[in-house]
C-alpha cells in the first residue's frame, strides 16, 4: 500500500482548482446577496480537501463556481490551468464533462441506466471509450463489482452514492466536487464512502472537494477550508473530528 | 421561490391549454361539419322555396315507370289558360348545355324564358328578354365569371351543334344563389329546337286572387288529357328538393364520421394529460386526504376543475367551428364541386351535441385519472415516491385480447359476401373493435416497440439511448400518446390500401379489357352525353377499324331503378373484351338482354330465361342472352336494335375506337380529338390518359380524405408536445443531473428529440400495421376490388411524415430542457 502513496510535498505541488477575488452576487438593489466575497483559495491536486462552514456562508456557491456550474460576479475561478469565468456555457459544459466530477447529496444517477451506464456516462456522452481498466479498479475499489448490471432503484443508498463517486472518478477528472456527499446516508455508510473518497485521493492520485457539516466527516480530509459570510475563515490541516468542532464552536456553533 | 410558482403555473397553464386544444380542435370539427351542412341545408331550401314558391300550381306528366317524367303538348298550355282562375300559365322546357368561352366548355342548364314575374323565380337585372331565336339572357353570376356584358355574343350548345346567340339581359334569382344556377334563357321555340325537345316538361300555373288553389287544382285536373297531373309549386319541386338534400346530407356524415375520428383521437390526448397531471399532484392531494378530504371530495374536485376545462373549449370550440366550417367549404370547393353558401346556420342542436361532445369527452377521460389518483393513501404525502404508475394493467390486455379476437371474428364472418348489408356492418364493426383492442393492448405493445423501433437510435448515443428509454419508463403515457397518432394513422392507411387497390383493379381492369386504343366521352362540365353526329364522325375516320359506342338509359323490374346500357354487341366486342359468366358478348341479340351474373342470381336467372324490364319507351319481355361481370357495363345491356323502341331519348356516353394492329394510341387519339374539334364537351383520350383520369379520380377522393384526417394529425402531434414537455418537467432534476455531467444543450435536445420520433414512430408504424392489414381485410371483401394492392411508398411516406412530426412537436420541448437551469435543478429539494 505505502508504495502506491507519493509523498506528501510531491502530491501537493500542483493546484487543482483556485479561487481569485471570487464574488458571487445573487439579486440586486436592496435584496441584493453577496454569497461569495472576495474569496482566494487553492485546492491541491492530490489532495482531499473539505470546506465547512455555517450555512448559507457560500459553501456550495464556492463550489458550484469552481466546477463549471455557476458563474462568479467578479473574480477568476481556475479549474487546472483553464479560468473559467469567461467561458460560454457550452464550453463550461464541456468542461465539466471532461475534468470535474460531482456527487451530489442524493439523486445522482439516471433511473434509467444501469450502474455501468451511469458510471460511464461522462465519456460515452463525449462519445468516449470509458477506459476499462481504470473503471474495472474504481469499482473493484468501491465493491460494487457484481451490482453494475443493476438498475439504481435496486442498489441501497448507500451504493447508489457509490456509484455516484464511481462516476465521478471514471473520467479521471481534474477535480472532484462532493456536495454533503454522506448528508443522507446512515453513519456506516457515510464512512464507508468517505474511507474510499480518502482512499482515491491516496492511492489513485484524485483531487476531492467536499462541502459537508459534519466535523467527523471533515477530519477524513487533508485540510479544512472554513467559510464565514463568503469569506474564507481560516483552514485546518491534518484535522481530526475534535479540532473541526473546536473550531467550529468558535464561528457560531455547527451550520 | 415565487419565480419557481409562477413559473410552474405559467407551464400548468400551458398544459391546460393544449390539453383544452384538443378538445377545441375536436369540438370545432363537430361543430363545423354541422355547420356546413345546416348551412347547405338552409341554402338549398332558400333556393327551392323560392323556385317553388314562383308557382302556385305546376301541370306536369305523371312519373314514368323509370322515374322519368314524359315531355307533353305545347298545346296543353292553351288547354290550361283556359280554365277558371287561372289568371297565366307558362310551359316550361329545361336541358343541359353548355357555354364555349375560348373552347372551354361550362356547363350550364338551358331553358326558356318566362318573361312573367309571377311565373318565374328570375328576373332581369339588366337588359330585356330574349324575342328573336338568336338572343339570350344569362345569368348574372354565370355572365360576370365568363366576362361576359349585354351586347356580347355567345356560342351555346345545348342537343345539337354550337349555335351563337347575342346577350340581350341578365337575371337574377330571387333569393341571392343564382351562382348555384348558371342558366342561359331562349325564347321557348329556340330553347326546343336546341334541346332538341318536341315539347314541354311542365306548365306553371298562376291563379286569379282569390281562387283556392284546391278547387283549381281539381277543375284542372278535370280538363287535362290523361297522363297530366296537377301539383302544388312546392309538390313540383319535392323530389329535387330531396335529392339535393340527399347529397348534402351525405356530404354532412361523411364530415362528422371525420369529426368522430379526431374527438376519439382527441380524447386519449385528455385522458393522458390528466392522467399526467392529476399524478403530478398526489402529494398535495395525500395531504388533502391527511387533513380529512375524502377520497370522493377529491375525486370530485379533480372532476370539476376537469369539467371547467372542458366547458371553455367546448365553447371555443364551437365558435372555432363556424371557421371551420369556412375552411371546410373551402376546401371541399378545392376537391370536388364548389358548394356555395348563402348563410351561416348555427341551431341550436348544433351547439348542444358540440358542448355534450366536448364536456363528454373530458368527464370520460377525467373521470378515471380522478378516481384513480383520489385513492391516493394520506401517508403518500410523507413518503417521497413520486406514485410512479403501475405497470400496464392486465385488465387492460385482457379487454384488448377479447376485442381483438372479436374484431377478428367479425371481419372473418364479415367474408365476401358481395354487397351484402350485414357484411358492411360487421366489416365496420370489426375495424373498430381492432383499433380498440390496439388502443387496450398499447401499453403492452408500446415497451416492446420502442425496443426494436428504438434500436438504431444506439448509434445517436447516450441521448439517443436515454430518448429510447424514456419512452418505455411510462408505458401507459406513450402508448396513450401514441394511440392518438395510431388511430388517425390507421385510418390513413386504410384509406391509403383501399384505394390504390380500387385503382390498381380500375388499371387491371382496363389494361386487360379494352380492346381499342381511344375512348371519346362527355368531359365532365355537364354534359350527360355525347353530341350526336360524333359517332359517325369517328367511324369515318381512316384509320378507325372499329367503333363500339354505348348508350345509357334506365330501366326498372318493378321495384328498382337500374341503369341500362345498350351497344352494339359485335362491334362493342372488338373493343371492349368484357368478362362473361355465362356465354358471350356477342350472344346478345335484339329482345336480349345482357345480365350481370350477380343480378341474375338474385332474381333467380339463368342464360335462356325471361326478364321483364321496363324501360321509358316500353316494355321488353327481355331473353336473357348472357351472364356478364362488369362494371363499366353493369347490371343490363341491350341491343342498340331496340333502343329507338324502348328509349328514343337515351344518349351515347362512352365510344371506344380502335385502329388496325400496331396502332399508336396516342397518335390516333390526337387524329380524333381533331375529328371532333368542333364539337365542344368532347373528351378524346388515348388509352394511358383515360387511365391516368380513372386514377386521378380516386386520388382526389382520397385526398380529399387525407386533408380531412390532417387535423386529426394535429391532434395527435399536440399530444406529443403535451406528453414531451410533461416529461421534461417531470424529469427536470434528472436532466440537470444529465447536463451537470457534461451532456450539452444540443444533446439535451436530441435526447428529447429521440423520444419524441420514437414516440411518433411507434404510434405511426402501429396505425401503418394496423391499418394495413385492415384495408387488405376490407379490400378483399369488397366485391369490386379485384387486386390487392399495398402502397408501400406511400405508406412509408406516411411513416416519414410522422417522424417528422415527432422532430417538429419536440421543438419546443427539447428547447425548455436545453435552457433548463442546471443549477437549480440539481441542488432543488
Ligand atoms: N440562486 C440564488 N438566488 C439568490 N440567493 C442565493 C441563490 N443561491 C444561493 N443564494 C444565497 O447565497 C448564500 C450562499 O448560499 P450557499 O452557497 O448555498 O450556502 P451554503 O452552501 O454554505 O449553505 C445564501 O445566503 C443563499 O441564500
Ligand atoms: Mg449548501
Redesign the interface.
Known amino acids: 500500500m505505502s508504495t502506491l502513496e507519493a509523498p506528501e510535498a510531491e502530491r501537493a505541488t500542483r493546484v487543482a482548482a483556485r479561487a481569485r477575488g471570487a464574488t458571487k452576487i445573487y439579486g440586486g438593489g436592496a435584496g441584493e446577496v453577496r454569497a461569495l466575497d472576495g474569496v482566494d483559495v487553492d485546492f491541491e491536486a492530490g489532495r482531499f480537501t473539505a470546506i465547512m462552514g455555517p450555512s448559507g456562508s457560500g459553501k456550495?456557491t464556492l463550489m458550484?463556481c469552481l466546477a463549471g456550474?455557476?458563474v462568479l460576479t467578479e473574480g477568476e475561478a481556475w479549474l487546472g490551468d483553464i479560468e473559467l469565468t469567461g467561458l460560454s456555457?457550452?464550453e463550461r459544459?464541456?468542461v465539466?464533462?471532461?475534468r470535474v466530477g460531482?456527487v451530489?447529496q442524493a439523486?445522482?444517477?439516471?433511473?434509467?441506466?444501469t450502474a455501468r451506464?451511469n458510471v460511464e456516462?461522462?465519456s460515452?456522452?463525449?462519445?468516449r471509450r470509458p477506459d476499462k481498466q481504470w473503471t474495472r479498479e474504481v469499482v473493484g475499489a468501491l465493491g460494487l463489482a457484481d451490482r453494475m448490471s443493476h438498475r439504481p432503484t435496486e442498489l441501497s443508498g448507500g451504493q447508489q452514492q457509490r456509484v455516484a463517486v464511481a462516476?465521478a472518478l471514471a473520467t479521471r477528472p481534474e477535480a472532484i466536487f462532493a456536495d454533503e456527499p454522506t448528508g443522507a446516508l446512515d453513519s456506516r455508510s457515510g464512512a464507508a464512502l468517505l474511507d474510499f473518497l480518502r482512499r482515491a485521493v491516496r492511492e489513485m492520485e484524485q483531487t476531492v472537494v467536499m462541502v459537508t457539516h459534519d466535523p467527523n466527516a471533515a477530519s477524513y480530509a487533508d485540510r479544512v477550508v472554513f467559510l464565514g459570510d463568503g469569506r474564507i475563515d481560516g483552514e485546518i490541516v491534518g484535522p481530526t473530528a475534535e479540532a473541526v468542532l473546536d473550531r467550529m464552536k468558535t464561528i457560531g456553533g455547527p451550520a | 421561490m415565487m419565480r419557481v410558482a409562477l413559473r410552474n403555473l405559467a407551464a400548468t397553464k400551458l398544459r391546460f391549454a393544449l390539453t383544452a386544444l384538443s378538445i377545441v380542435l375536436g369540438v370545432a370539427f363537430v361543430t363545423g361539419s354541422f355547420v356546413l351542412a345546416d348551412s347547405l341545408r338552409a341554402s338549398v331550401d332558400k333556393i327551392f322555396d323560392d323556385a317553388a314558391g314562383a308557382n302556385d300550381l305546376v301541370v306536369r306528366s305523371v312519373e314514368g315507370p323509370t322515374g322519368d317524367r314524359p315531355i307533353f303538348a305545347l298545346d296543353t298550355v292553351a288547354e290550361v289558360q283556359a280554365v277558371d282562375g287561372v289568371s297565366d300559365a307558362a310551359p316550361r322546357l329545361e336541358g343541359a348545355g353548355a357555354l364555349l368561352v375560348d373552347g372551354d366548355a361550362t356547363g350550364i342548364g338551358i331553358s326558356n324564358w318566362v318573361d312573367n314575374e309571377a311565373l318565374s323565380s328570375f328576373s332581369l337585372s339588366e337588359g330585356r328578354g330574349p324575342t328573336d331565336a338568336d338572343e339570350v339572357v344569362l345569368t348574372k353570376t354565370l355572365a360576370g365569371d365568363e366576362g361576359l356584358e349585354v351586347g356580347d355574343a355567345v356560342a351555346l350548345r345545348g342537343d345539337g351543334p354550337v349555335r351563337d346567340y347575342e346577350v340581350v339581359g341578365l337575371s337574377t334569382f330571387s333569393s341571392d344563389a343564382d351562382d348555384l344556377l348558371p342558366y342561359a334563357f331562349m325564347t321557348l321555340p329556340e330553347a326546343q329546337s336546341t334541346l332538341d325537345v318536341d315539347g314541354v316538361y311542365e306548365i306553371g300555373v298562376a291563379l286569379e286572387a282569390g281562387v283556392d288553389p284546391d278547387a283549381a287544382t281539381e277543375a284542372l285536373s278535370a280538363e287535362l288529357p290523361a297522363g297530366l297531373e296537377v301539383v302544388d309549386g312546392q309538390a313540383a319541386i319535392a323530389a329535387d328538393r330531396e335529392q339535393v338534400q340527399d347529397t348534402v346530407n351525405v356530404l354532412g356524415n361523411a364530415l362528422l364520421a371525420f369529426a368522430v375520428v379526431a374527438v376519439l383521437v382527441g380524447s386519449f390526448i385528455v385522458f393522458n394529460t390528466f392522467s399526467i397531471t392529476f399524478a403530478q399532484r398526489r402529494r398535495q392531494l395525500a395531504l388533502l386526504r391527511a387533513v380529512g378530504a375524502r377520497a370522493g371530495q377529491i375525486r370530485r374536485m379533480l372532476i370539476g376543475e376537469a369539467m371547467l376545462v372542458g366547458l371553455v373549449a367546448s365553447v371555443v370550440g364551437v365558435v372555432a367551428g363556424l371557421g371551420l366550417a369556412v375552411g371546410l367549404e373551402e376546401l371541399i370547393g378545392l376537391f370536388g364541386d364548389e358548394i356555395p353558401t348563402s348563410e351561416t346556420v348555427l341551431s341550436m342542436r348544433t351547439i348542444i351535441v358540440a358542448v355534450v361532445v366536448g364536456m363528454g369527452v373530458t368527464l370520460a377521460a377525467a373521470t378515471l385519472p380522478a378516481r384513480r389518483v383520489s385513492k391516493v393513501a394520506p401517508v403518500a404525502a410523507l413518503r417521497d415516491d413520486a406514485g410512479s404508475p403501475r405497470r400496464s394493467g392486465w385488465r387492460g390486455t385482457v379487454v384488448g385480447l377479447v376485442l381483438a379476437a372479436l374484431g377478428a371474428g367479425a371481419l372473418y364472418a364479415a367474408g365476401p359476401v358481395p354487397g351484402a348489408r350485414t357484411s358492411l356492418i360487421l366489416i365496420g364493426a370489426g375495424s373498430l373493435a381492432i383499433v380498440g383492442a390496439a388502443a387496450f393492448l398499447a401499453p403492452t405493445l408500446v415497451p416492446v416497440a420502442s425496443r426494436v423501433l428504438g434500436a438504431p437510435l444506439r448509434f445517436l448515443g447516450v441521448p439517443g439511448q436515454l430518448g429510447r428509454d424514456n419512452t418505455a419508463r411510462e408505458p401507459r403515457r406513450t402508448a396513450a400518446t401514441a394511440a392518438a397518432l395510431m388511430i388517425g394513422l390507421a385510418v390513413v392507411s386504410v384509406a391509403a390500401v383501399f384505394a390504390a387497390s380500387a385503382k390498381e383493379t380500375l388499371t387491371n381492369q382496363v389494361d386487360s379489357r379494352l380492346l381499342g386504343d381511344v375512348i371519346i366521352s362527355p368531359d365532365e362540365d355537364g354534359f350527360e352525353g355525347l353530341p350526336a353526329g360524333v359517332d359517325q364522325r369517328i367511324a369515318a375516320n381512316p384509320d378507325v377499324t372499329a367503333v363500339g359506342v354505348a348508350s345509357f338509359s334506365q330501366w326498372s323490374d318493378g321495384e328498382k331503378t337500374r341503369d341500362l346500357v345498350s351497344i352494339d354487341p359485335v362491334a362493342f366486342a372488338e373493343v371492349y373484351d368484357a368478362p362473361v359468366a355465362d356465354g358471350a358478348v356477342t350472344d346478345l341479340a335484339p329482345g336480349g338482354v345482357l345480365l350481370d351474373e350477380g343480378l341474375a342470381d338474385d332474381l333467380g336467372l339463368e342464360v335462356g330465361d325471361t326478364l321483364p324490364m321496363t324501360t321509358p319507351g316500353g316494355q321488353l319481355q327481355a331473353r336473357v342472352d348472357a351472364l356478364i361481370d362488369d362494371q363499366i357495363l353493369g347490371n343490363a345491356v341491350i341491343h342498340t336494335a331496340d333502343l329507338p323502341r324502348l328509349d328514343p331519348d337515351a344518349v351515347p356516353v362512352f365510344m371506344v375506337a380502335a385502329g388496325p394492329e400496331g396502332t399508336d394510341p396516342a397518335v390516333l387519339a390526337e387524329t380524333l380529338e381533331a375529328d371532333v374539334g368542333d364539337f365542344p364537351g368532347v373528351l378524346v383520350q388515348d388509352r394511358d390518359e383515360f387511365v391516368a383520369d380513372l386514377r386521378a379520380e380516386v386520388d382526389q377522393v382520397l385526398n380529399l380524405i387525407y386533408a380531412l384526417l390532417a387535423l386529426t394529425g394535429l391532434i395527435a402531434v399536440i399530444g406529443i408536445i403535451n406528453t414531451l414537455s410533461l416529461s421534461v418537467l417531470e424529469r427536470t432534476r434528472e436532466i440537470g443531473l444529465l447536463r451537470a455531467v457534461g451532456l450539452t444543450g444540443r444533446q439535451a435536445k436530441r435526447m428529447i428529440r429521440a423520444e419524441s420520433v420514437l414516440i411518433s414512430l411507434i404510434g405511426a408504424l402501429l396505425g401503418l400495421a394496423l391499418g394495413t392489414v385492415l384495408g387488405v381485410v376490407i379490400s378483399n371483401e369488397t366485391p369490386i376490388i379485384e387486386v390487392v394492392q399495398i402502397p408501400w411508398a406511400q405508406l412509408g411516406l406516411f411513416a416519414a411524415i410522422a417522424a417528422l412530426a415527432g422532430v417538429l412537436a419536440a421543438v419546443w420541448p427539447a428547447r425548455r430542457a436545453a435552457k433548463l437551469d442546471v443549477l437549480r435543478a440539481v441542488t432543488a429539494d
Open positions: 456550495s458550484h456550474l455557476d456555457e457550452r459544459t464541456k465539466r464533462r471532461d460531482f451530489f439523486f445522482n444517477l439516471i433511473p434509467t441506466l451506464e456516462l461522462p460515452r456522452i463525449a462519445r462516476r
